[in-house]
């Protein structure tokens, strides 16, 4: 009985979290384009999708964000991890405990701060401010995940390496980085998902000439929720899982 009843508890769980996607996914085939009712199946949604060239516009702004911040995202952070990690230095426990303020703090807290910000230095808001405030947004994430991997770091390595006349930079190339690559990678693809799926920052630090993926559904839901933009959800939910299941792989130890 008690088995049945965590499964039964298990199931309402998982219910609750994915059946909304399901709903999602199963609309964007409806062959009804203004009704709930379902009249049929069609791929028809996901051919408009590809044809609509502004949205395809909007979405390479996405993914060149998103690979671009991630990118700069992981270079700062896995370095920031190692000198945490590694150094010593007055400040070292405040630097490390802002890094989880970053992450705790609400989006609209970070984006009305970057805002500040940006309109104090005279930046004008577009792709520029965009992506220094998703690298923002990403660099703790990256940091802490790259830092957890360093807690079972064989420091041996890095002293002999000393000792044998490596510097800091060969040191870091040839065996933090190699040993660290999977958490690496992991906080790349973390950090790839979270500007892929930003909204409010976005909202708050890109101009009117740079538009991303999660603003256009945003204005095009306003209207009515239609089921191309049912398509472009159910794209969007397949690039994060896929970014988030190979992350999973990745930061996995092996034994």
Known sequence: MSRWLHRGYAGCVYAFLYLPLVVVAVFSFNSSKYSLAWKGFTLDWYVRLW????????AFNSLLIAAASATLATLLGTVAAFVLHRYRFPGRRTLF????????SPDIVIALSLLLLFLALSLPLGFSTLLLAHTVLCVPFVATTVFSRFVGFP??????????????????????LPLASPAVAGGWLLSFTLSLDDVIISFFT?????????????????????????????VMMAVTVTALVLSKHLLKEKK
Do not use: W
Not at 51 to 58: H, Y
Not at 97 to 104: A, D, K, P, S
Not at 210 to 221: A, G, K, N, Q
């Open 51 to 58: 044809q609509n060239s502004g949205l395809m516009t909007t």
């Open 97 to 104: 405990g802002t890094l989880f303020v970053m992450m705790m």
């Open 155 to 176: 420091d041996d390595l890095v002293d002999a390496a000393r000792d044998l006349g490596a510097g800091e930079y060969q040191v870091f190339r040839h065996i933090v």
């Open 206 to 234: 890109t101009g009117p000439d740079f538009e991303v993926l999660p603003l256009r559904i945003y204005s095009m839901v306003r209207l009515g929720i239609k089921p191309d933009v049912n398509a472009l959800c159910v």
